[in-house]
Nanobody, 123 residues
Framework: QLVESGGGLVQAGGSLRLSCAVSGLTFSNYAMGWFRQAPGKEQEFVASISKSGRFTNAADSVKGRFSISRDNARNTVYLQMNSLKPEDTAVYYC??????????????????WGQGTQVSVSS
């Protein structure tokens, strides 16, 4: 089970930290990813992190503003979002996958998904 939290309404330029708590899986065996979907748009890759946390990847649209991290002792992955823009408004989903490679920005490697958390950024 993957449960996201930390979403909400924030003004442009503000920050939020999303968390995704994982249970029922051996967390350290899974790479983790964050995706988002805005109304009327396709789901898009945001960031991902390797099983150990040593390697990360992020979409060009969020590089320098968002960072992904994980705490394998707490079975939790985080998405720190700074300098938020209205175009970041979306439902954010975390996902867990065993067959992940750093360059893969598709949903293919991910086996389990959370229910999503809404992030809304006002201008």
């Amino acid at each position: 089970q993957l449960v996201e939290s930390g979403g909400g309404l924030v003004q442009a330029g503000g920050s939020l930290r999303l968390s995704c708590a994982v249970s029922g899986l051996t967390f350290s065996n899974y790479a983790m990813g964050w995706f988002r979907q805005a109304p009327g748009k396709e789901q898009e890759f945001v960031a991902s992190i390797s099983k150990s946390g040593r390697f990360t990847n992020a979409a060009d649209s969020v590089k320098g503003r968002f960072s992904i991290s994980r705490d394998n002792a707490r079975n939790t992955v985080y998405l720190q979002m700074n300098s938020l823009k209205p175009e970041d408004t979306a439902v954010y989903y975390c996902a867990a996958g065993r067959t992940w490679s750093i360059g893969d920005v598709t949903t293919t490697p991910y086996d389990y998904w959370g229910q999503g958390t809404q992030v809304s950024v006002s201008s």
